[in-house]
């Protein structure tokens, strides 16, 4: 039987740490539908925090699952740790930070 739960999904971050001036938080779902789960994306934080710089984070996030499904988007895996695995072997994380310092 199909699931009723088609396009729902639970949204959840997963954080690490990156020495002590970094944080990055990994924008996590998983459909309810299928109990698969996806990364749509990772944010990168540096000391000290701005506020414009947690707002814009949170404004494409918004954009990016208005766009389209996390799940079309960056793929399905069974297990959040497949899925956070491939995103950093999918985008340049170090690429990334290096922009966050900026």
Same mark, same amino acid.
């Not at 001036?21 to 701005?50: I, N, W």
């Given at each position: *039987?199909? $699931?009723? *739960?088609?396009? *729902?999904?639970? %949204?959840?971050d997963v954080?690490?740490?990156?020495? $002590?001036?970094? +944080? ?7 459909? +309810?539908?299928?109990? *698969? =789960?996806?990364? !749509?994306? %990772?944010?990168?934080?540096? $000391?000290?925090? &701005?506020?414009?710089?947690? !707002?814009? +984070? ?7 699952l208005l766009?389209? &499904?996390? =799940?079309?988007?960056?793929? &399905?895996? $069974?297990? /959040?740790?497949? %899925? /956070? ?8 994380? %170090?690429?990334?930070?290096? !922009?966050?310092?900026?």
């Open positions: *039987m199909k $699931s009723k *739960m088609t396009d *729902m999904y639970r %949204a959840f954080w690490k740490r990156s020495g $002590s001036h970094l +944080l990055v938080r990994y924008r996590c779902f998983e459909d +309810l539908g299928t109990g *698969m =789960f996806c990364v !749509q994306s %990772a944010d990168f934080y540096k $000391s000290p925090v &701005s506020d414009d710089r947690v !707002q814009e +984070l949170e404004t494409q996030y918004l954009e990016l766009e389209e &499904s996390p =799940f079309k988007r960056s793929g &399905s895996f $069974s297990t /959040i740790d497949e %899925a /956070i695995l491939d995103h950093i072997e999918t985008f340049d994380v %170090a690429e990334r930070a290096r !922009q966050a310092k900026r």
